[in-house]
């Protein structure tokens, strides 16, 4: 005879929430009973290693799912560890876990709504989802304890509580018979659950087998009906064995590229497989990739970053980013913890102190992998490198506890030779003389090459870095110096060769604007400039061209001020220090100018000109399009004629 019982009070809430509140995610009830049952079965299975007496211990261990589309019902069967009378009340009936009353209190008061996962994570009370879908469910179980009787609970979820009653079942182990909702029909369909099973628990321990009942208009018995879906479900639908839960010893290239390729859809094979496990501190399994290109592919259904995570093979979060630092995300793959519970969140696992354990664990393999790469294949590397240069160097500013082992990764191009050079290779071919280490910032490689501010250093043959990254602009300020060797941008204020490099050869003919000529013009270009520039002088270093752009100390170059633009951070324009060249030709010939005439038309425009060359060469100049009219206007002032009739 059945006996009424009355849900706990939270269960009551939660069922409240459940039922008529969340209308997201609903296709982890299936997840959630699977968990369950793979439960169930892993603990019959302990149970029979060390006691005999174990009723159906026969019984094949696995899950049967059975669906009927035409009445939407769902049949869900384990020949697992089974439940007494005592424990399905136990079980199902009471949340044995504190502050599962000021959680659903908060939420009754109109705090933000939760989802599903965040429930279940929360209580570990994956049951319940089922009334997400579900408005009547029956589980119906036989313990493994040779004198327990099989018992029945039956519930709709609603106030009247749940029944309980005898129950005949000859096996082993629990069914879940769900009658779906209305609004819940789309999971009484064969294909819609094996694609969640698929996607959520395609790694269970044990067999998932799916059939479904036959159609009624078919005309077939009920013995038939059984037996069209024993017959359906001959094959199981999961794979069982992880990829990355078996020994790299027993995978080829071959299967760890189809994974990738499943994975992200990437038709490129991946750069590297990292394949790892652990047993201590932490055990887990990792099988993550790093991929050929930086750039996502189109096709690839994995459009955000993170890692798919996995608790004991079954899937909790599809894409995880606490797993790896930001400047790892790149890497695809997937991570299984025996340590972390099944019923965690994304929420929980944010908090949860072993993830931030296995986040620095795997991290350190990412890292350990790229500089066994470097190391064993420069070459590989270097096509690596010119992909993933940002990341490394984004990782090299923000994460101060790997910096030591990021540094050996960086690769810089160098106004000496076409290769890159490392900083430890810098650092151990400095100049006679030379303490600092040299870098030039421009938008590329070949704009690097062209600086003007790099004769000088070519003339004493030192060797400067080229930056022409974005990132560079927190790189060098982050890092200040490497084994005591400070940065130094070669468009530095105090900046001196003194003493550094070879002697520089003097020019023959070297033509010189006199002392009193020069600071004529200085004075005059500093009136005309005004406060486009914080002052002008003359160049100590200057070789090739007329003039240079010199940054004053304690201000941002302009790879900072670039940065903070993308940040929507108000930038104040640096007004910087003009240097000319006294012996450069058009320096003197603007020097004669002056002499001749200070009202000269082409002499302002000159000046104007020089300054605004000068910022497009370092790449600042904020409107580069203008220049166009304005090189015009020069021509046209230049070849005016005279009003001698000479030119």
Do not use: C
């Not at 261990?61 to 424990?87: Q, R």
């Not at 504190?98 to 989802?115: C, H, I, K, M, W």
């Not at 079954?314 to 606490?322: F, G, K, S």
């Amino acid at each position: 005879m059945a006996e009424t019982h009355t849900f706990q009070a939270e269960i009551k809430q939660l069922l409240n929430i459940l039922v008529h509140s969340l209308y997201k995610d609903r296709e982890i009830f299936l997840r959630e009973i699977i968990s369950n049952a793979s439960d169930a079965l892993n603990r019959v299975r302990f149970e029979m290693l060390t006691n005999e007496d174990v009723f159906d211990r026969d019984a094949d261990l696995a899950i049967h799912i059975t669906v009927d589309e035409a009445n939407h019902t769902i049949l869900i069967s384990d020949t697992g560890i089974g439940m007494t009378a005592d424990e399905i009340v136990d079980g199902l009936g009471v949340i044995a876990r504190s502050g599962a009353r000021a959680f659903l209190d908060q939420v009754g008061q109109g705090e933000a709504a939760p989802t599903a996962t965040e429930i279940i994570g929360q209580f570990g009370v994956g049951f319940y989802s089922v009334f997400m879908v579900a408005d009547r469910v029956e589980v119906t179980s036989r313990s493994y304890r040779p004198d327990a009787e099989a018992v029945r609970w039956i519930s709709s979820g609603g106030d009247e509580g749940y029944e309980i009653e005898p129950a005949e079942k000859e096996h082993r182990g629990t069914d879940i018979l769900i009658r779906l909702r209305d609004d819940a029909a789309e999971f009484a369909s064969e294909w819609r659950l094996r694609d969640i099973i698929k996607r959520h628990s395609d790694y269970v321990n044990f067999p998932i087998y799916l059939g479904k009942v036959a159609a009624p208009d078919e005309e077939e018995t009920p013995d038939d009906q059984e037996e069209t879906a024993e017959e359906h479900a001959a094959e199981p639908v999961n794979q069982q064995t992880a990829l990355w839960r078996k020994s790299p010893d027993e995978i080829d290239q071959d299967a760890y590229n189809s994974f990738y390729s499943s994975l992200t859809l990437d038709f490129e094979p991946p750069r590297r497989v990292i394949h790892t496990r652990a047993d201590a501190p932490l055990q887990f399994y990792a099988l993550l990739y790093i991929p050929h290109s930086a750039e996502r592919s189109m096709f690839t259904p994995r459009k955000e970053p993170g890692l798919k995570l996995y608790a004991r093979k079954v899937l909790i979060d599809e894409y995880n980013t606490d797993l790896l630092p930001e400047y790892l995300w790149f890497v695809q793959g997937v991570v299984d913890s025996e340590d972390l519970p099944l019923n965690v969140s994304r929420e929980t696992v944010q908090d949860n102190p072993l993830v931030g354990k296995l986040k620095n664990v795997l991290a350190r393999n990412v890292i350990n992998d790229i500089k066994a790469l470097a190391e064993q294949s420069p070459e590989d590397y270097t096509a690596f490198w010119h992909e993933f240069r940002a990341f490394l160097k984004h990782g090299a500013v923000s994460d101060y506890a790997n910096r030591d082992r990021l540094l050996p990764l960086l690769r810089f191009a160098s106004s000496q030779g076409e290769g890159l050079v490392t900083l430890d290779e810098y650092v151990e071919n400095l100049a006679e003389g030379q303490d600092a280490i040299y870098y030039v910032v421009a938008d590329n490689e070949e704009a690097a090459a062209r600086s003007v501010h790099l004769d000088a250093f070519r003339a004493r043959g030192i060797n400067v870095l080229y930056l022409t990254d974005t990132i560079d602009g927190l790189l060098v300020p982050s890092l200040m110096n490497y084994k005591g060797h400070a940065f130094v941008a070669v468009d530095a204020d105090d900046l001196s060769l003194e003493g550094v490099g070879q002697t520089p050869e003097e020019a023959p003919d070297e033509e010189t604007v006199e002392a009193g000529e020069l600071d004529d013009l200085v004075s005059y270009i500093t009136g005309r400039l005004g406060e486009r520039v914080k002052s002008v002088r003359a160049s100590k270093l200057l070789a090739r061209g007329p003039v240079r752009l010199v940054t004053p100390a304690g201000t941002m170059d302009r790879h900072q001020e670039r940065l903070y633009r993308m940040l929507d951070k108000e930038v104040t324009d640096t007004a910087r220090i003009l240097e000319i060249n006294p012996h450069h030709p058009l320096i003197a010939n603007l020097a004669e100018r002056l002499h001749a005439d200070r009202s000269d038309p082409v002499l302002e425009r000159g000046v104007d000109m020089l300054y605004e060359l000068a910022m497009l060469a370092d790449g600042i100049h904020p409107n580069p399009g203008v220049l166009a009219s304005d090189l015009l206007d020069i021509l046209q002032l230049a070849t005016r004629p005279n009003t001698d009739g000479t030119n």
